[in-house]
């Protein structure tokens, strides 16, 4: 076991902070095409809910990074942690009583946007504070490996939240009872919080990295964490536009096809909503899976530069996007979307890597915050918008989301100034 630096139960207890965020709201994710389904909500309603929570959580959390040293972590990690809970107990309430005619579906809407943007708002204090309490009191390679073990709790997540989702679906609760088992499971992760990590004494002082709203397939990011340089870097300077618009351009692309798969699910295989649940998880975690081994096998075995990764990566992504859209049984949209995840996690590396290889070392964290920055805003409109494709043609967002994708490896591999080679 790599040496981490930190207590092994103290550095479990941070992994499950960061777990137990991101599996919530990924398992929040695939439950909600059948839920508002079944409560009549229309799809792009949904879609609408998720943007405000992603606005929400890319407006506060460069904040909460700011204040990771004058606060405290261990107080942010708490803030994070009772956002969490509130918004799936809020969540969770208004939904059962939704389902259980007591509220109507427009004021179900509302409540559940409110207990989103309760998530997006104190929920992004924890990641931030997470990763500036490690950095704090580690070293050199201590660092390094604490980071990116961290990290791999947000892509963990992505598979565990899906996968548990379905089994904490009971009555009475029916669809809504996962939102208040991992409220639970929040709890119990505060209270050890609470009593199992009473130093907040760092040996160093670190600013936590703006960590990007957490998504089916995502990851927390492992940029080495530091003081915030003098120099401005601004957006349009040539090293990094380049790198930044492919990000933004096929971030939006994975958050459209993952805000419709779900509702894909359920029409193209007239899927009864008691059933449904069951394989949009399966989906959903072979998609995170295969992005997760891109990242961990791939990308370490292939050695290719990033603008490789990026032309490579969307190139499978609109391979598999385009079988995913047209594919008519479960076994066709499994094995789309699992290529299409695979692509996306070659493309996500890819600029990353990128931009941060185009910089100097001085502005590596603001480099970080930028790429953050792209991943998150992404989820803002791209789901709607994906919604309001499908809402025309059923395939027709795959087959957009691919052609964008497609078009993305054209224009990379016809610009020079993409064609940095990683050390």
């Not at 005619?101 to 204090?125: D, E, H, K, N, Q």
Request: aromatic share 8%; hydrophobic share 55%.
């Amino acid at each position: 076991m790599r040496d981490l630096g930190l207590a092994r139960g103290r550095f479990a207890l941070l992994f499950a902070i960061m777990l137990v965020a991101a599996a919530g709201n990924t398992a929040m994710q695939s439950l909600m095409p059948s839920i508002g389904r079944e409560l009549g909500i229309p799809d792009l309603w949904v879609a609408v809910a998720f943007s405000l929570s992603a606005i929400a959580w890319v407006v506060a959390a460069p904040h909460w990074a700011k204040l990771s040293d004058s606060r405290g972590r261990r107080a942010l990690m708490r803030r994070g942690l009772y956002g969490f809970i509130i918004s799936n107990l809020i969540c969770g309430s208004v939904l059962a009583a939704g389902l259980a005619g007591l509220l109507a579906p427009t004021l179900v809407f509302v409540a559940f946007t409110i207990g989103r943007a309760v998530y997006g708002i104190w929920g992004s204090a924890s990641p931030p504070a997470v990763q500036a309490y490690l950095a704090a009191r580690t070293e050199g390679e201590q660092r390094t490996n604490a980071l990116a073990a961290i990290s791999s709790s947000f892509g963990l997540g992505t598979i565990i939240g899906p996968a548990l989702a379905p089994l904490f679906i009971f009555r009475p609760l029916g669809l809504s009872g996962p939102l208040i088992v991992f409220a639970a499971i929040g709890v119990v992760v505060l209270l050890l919080l609470i009593f199992k990590l009473p130093d907040d004494t760092p040996r160093g002082s670190a600013q936590g990295p703006v960590v990007s709203y957490p998504g089916l397939g995502g990851g927390a990011g492992s940029a080495e964490i530091a003081a915030r340089p003098r120099g401005a870097l601004r957006w349009r300077d040539p090293r990094i536009s380049g790198w930044l618009a492919a990000g933004a351009i096929g971030g939006h692309g994975q958050a459209a096809a993952l805000g419709v798969i779900g509702f894909l699910l359920i029409d193209r295989l007239t899927l009864p909503l008691d059933s449904a649940q069951q394989w949009i998880a399966i989906v959903l975690m072979v998609g995170a899976i295969a992005s997760l081994l891109s990242q961990w096998w791939l990308i370490p075995a292939l050695r290719l530069s990033p603008g490789e990764l990026i032309i490579w990566g969307s190139l499978l992504s609109a391979a598999g996007l385009g079988v995913t859209g047209l594919a008519g049984g479960i076994y066709g949209i499994t094995l789309g979307f699992a290529l299409a995840s695979l692509g996306f996690g070659l493309f996500r590396p890819g600029f990353t890597s990128g931009a941060s290889l185009a910089v100097s070392p001085e502005e590596q964290n603001q480099v970080a915050g930028m790429v953050t920055s792209v991943n998150g805003v992404a989820y803002i409109l791209a789901p709607a918008i994906g919604v309001a494709l499908y809402g025309l043609a059923m395939p027709l967002p795959f087959l957009v989301t691919g052609a964008l994708m497609a078009g993305l490896a054209l224009w990379v591999s016809l610009n020079p100034r993409l064609s940095v080679r990683a050390d």
